[in-house]
């Protein structure tokens, strides 16, 4: 999937603000790894900690990292 939106902190779209880097993991265990993971390689945690979002009727089990580029990185498993 790739989507274009404006940036929600309402700042100027950048590489690294208005742009997310995902990936569609099988379980919430494995979206928790890949943040631990991406946090002890210098990522930065962002947002609210790893957990469920609510979209609509969907329920997605997200996790947010910057990397030390300040790209935003997401990984995500979908509940429904």
Known sequence: MFLVTRPINGEAASGANGGTIGWALPNEEA???????????????????PGIRTLGERQLYLAYLRDPFGNKLCAMYSKA
């Open 31 to 49: 979206v928790n790894q890949w943040h631990q993971a991406g946090a002890q390689a210098g990522g930065t945690a962002i947002e609210s900690p």
